[in-house]
């Protein structure tokens, strides 16, 4: 019990003791970039997929996403700045 009350009381003060608070702002722009990041990757795999399962049915889709999902998603990750998506 008093090892929980103990990592209880940890965790509680290692999180309110967080000097860095984010500003509105701040969290505006980052839910915009956001936006726009997950909707150009939903576009540029979307569009892909609809092309590939329209072209070989879901095989060739699913082939499509395993082998080049990656590759578009660092695409998207490069215009918009590393470590977005």
């Keep these: 019990m ?10 509680a003060t290692a999180l309110l003791a967080n000097p860095y608070e984010s500003k509105q702002d701040e969290i505006d722009e980052v839910t915009a ?5 997950s909707s ?3 576009k540029k795999l ?3 997929l609809k092309n590939n399962l329209k072209a070989g ?8 996403c ?4 990656y590759a578009l998603t660092q695409e998207v990750d490069k ?6 998506s």
């Design 66 to 69: 395993s082998n080049n999902a």
């Design 79 to 84: 215009a918009f700045g590393d470590n977005v």
């Design 2 to 11: 008093k090892k929980y009350v103990f990592t209880t009381l940890l965790a």
């Design 40 to 42: 150009a990757l939903l």
């Design 46 to 48: 979307g569009g892909n």
């Design 33 to 37: 970039i956001g936006k726009k990041a």
């Design 57 to 64: 049915g879901p095989k060739q889709a699913f082939d499509f």
